[in-house]
């Protein structure tokens, strides 16, 4: 199969090789999937790069936790009757270096979610880790109907979804985006208000539009956010977070969030529990069948431009998610 993949970490154009690898077999309770379209995560890019002290996890990653193709091939312990079935991938590099930016990926079968028939495969390619991160960050304390969220870094794929879930469950959006472009696009998925966390008077102005405070938030960056999102949070509110990158490891302000009951919960699709696992894809699925949801795509590569993608993720000027064709 044609494949992308690196042997070292460093800058995409120099480690990013594009050519042939051996055709992967699926084991036990695996699947086999020609991916029509992959999608590229920040994660994929920091594995890459090495970003955050990150290591290489074996001799040679295919990168890509995220996909969309037909079964073709099933191993033992799987009926048969997957083959040909349309899927969307997630979480191909959780306990696998061959990630989705190939021809074939071989994840397990609880990974590889029924497509419905009138979803393209680069919609499908677009869920996976966002959709997931955002329904567990939004959801897991229960439902959102009649409360008020706010999601930070609103043009992102996490907060993409995470506005529309939670406008779709009822629930009052407010988000923070900088610049004019990922403010519209908060504001396209869902936000009845965006609000530019550049300005110091942010804390201030979210307020303005929820004196009681926020219900709960789902927050990119918690350690660069803290001060913005402690004083804006309500009462036995929630900071669910997926990301620390500018600031990894904080200094909470653990009496101020106390004396408020605030709970900090922190999120990685990886180790989500499987019953949790389970509801958010199978909740997503059904919004998909619905058309409830809208997917944002920045751009579509070749698999030979595949070092182009991950430059566009890696300078975070893409607005919506950047797709793979192999």
């Known amino acids: 199969m044609r494949a992308a ?14 050519g042939e690898l051996p055709d992967p077999e699926p084991g036990v309770g695996e699947v086999r999937v020609r991916v029509m379209a ?22 040679r990653v295919v990168p890509g936790d995220d996909g969309a193709g037909i079964i073709d091939r099933v191993g033992p312990r799987v009926p048969a009757s997957r083959i040909g079935q349309r899927v969307w991938v997630h979480s191909a590099t959780h306990r696998s270096a061959f990630g989705t930016c190939a021809e074939y990926v071989v994840v397990p079968a609880t990974q590889a979610i029924g497509l419905p028939d009138d979803v393209s495969f680069e919609v499908g390619a677009c869920l996976g880790v966002p959709a997931l991160t955002a329904h567990r960050c939004l959801l897991a304390d229960g439902p959102v109907d009649g409360r008020t969220v706010l ?10 979804y995470a506005i529309q879930l939670a406008a779709h469950g009822g629930a009052r959006v407010i988000s923070t985006a900088s610049t004019p472009a990922k403010q519209r696009a908060a504001l396209e998925a869902g936000a009845e ?41 309500a009462a036995n509110g929630t900071i669910a977070t997926y990301g620390s990158d500018a600031v990894p490891e904080p200094t909470i302000p653990f009496y101020r969030l106390m004396r408020r009951g605030i709970t900090i919960r922190t999120v990685l699709v990886f180790v989500m529990p499987p019953h949790a696992l389970r509801a958010a894809t199978d909740h997503v699925t059904r919004l998909l069948t619905d058309g409830v949801l809208t997917h944002p795509m920045a751009s579509r590569h070749s698999l030979d431009a595949v070092a182009a993608a991950h430059r566009e993720v890696e300078d975070g000027r893409a607005i919506g998610k950047v797709i793979i064709t192999p």
């Open 151 to 160: 999601v930070t870094g609103g043009a992102g794929a996490v907060a993409h």
């Open 38 to 59: 992959a999608g590229v995560n920040p994660a994929d890019v920091k594995r890459r790069s090495g970003g955050g002290g990150r290591a290489m996890t074996a001799p």
């Open 193 to 233: 208000h965006v609000v530019d966390y550049r300005e110091p008077d942010a804390a201030q102005t979210i307020l303005g539009l929820a004196p009681d405070g926020v219900d709960r938030v789902v927050d990119v960056a918690f350690g660069a956010n803290l001060e913005l999102t402690s004083t804006v949070v």
């Open 5 to 18: 993949w690196y042997d070292r970490n460093g800058a995409a154009d120099d480690v990013l090789i594009v």
